[in-house]
């Protein structure tokens, strides 16, 4: 039964040391930050993803300095001329064009004859 007594003293004195060494409560963070320094409580833009780097806004990939700007061509135009280029060194035993499904290309096909010698 001493235990007892001796127990809830030192339950009192751990709680009242505790509550003396207990942290203070920081203040809201402010609207405004440091100039120069980015608000890490601002919201982030739409389509950001968070990368092992930081949040990175998915964007155009960087051109290069010397590039060329080429127009969307058209893609019978462009089969017709792959078609005519192969035909004059091989023989076609088959050809799927490449079919257009909501503006997304399918892949197409040449077959040629196998060739010998």
Same mark, same amino acid.
């Given at each position: ?31 405004? +930050?440091? =100039?120069?320094? $980015?608000? #890490? ?7 950001? !993803? @968070?990368? /092992? +780097?930081? =949040?990175?806004? $998915?964007? #155009? ?7 060329? !700007? @080429?127009? /969307? ?45």
């Amino acid at each position: 039964m001493a235990r007892l007594p001796l127990l809830i003293l030192l339950s009192i004195v751990a709680l009242t040391t505790v509550a003396g060494r207990a942290q203070e409560i920081l203040p809201a963070p402010s609207a405004q +930050s440091a =100039p120069g320094q $980015p608000n #890490p409580f601002a919201t982030l833009p739409e389509g950001t !993803v @968070i990368g /092992p +780097s930081g =949040p990175v806004v $998915p964007g #155009p990939p960087p051109a290069p300095k010397n590039s060329v !700007v @080429i127009p /969307p061509l058209n893609a019978e135009n462009v089969w017709t001329q792959m078609v005519d280029v192969v035909d004059d060194y091989f023989k076609i035993a088959a050809e799927q064009r490449v079919v257009f499904s909501n503006g997304v290309p399918a892949e197409g096909r040449i077959d040629t004859f196998p060739q010998t010698g």
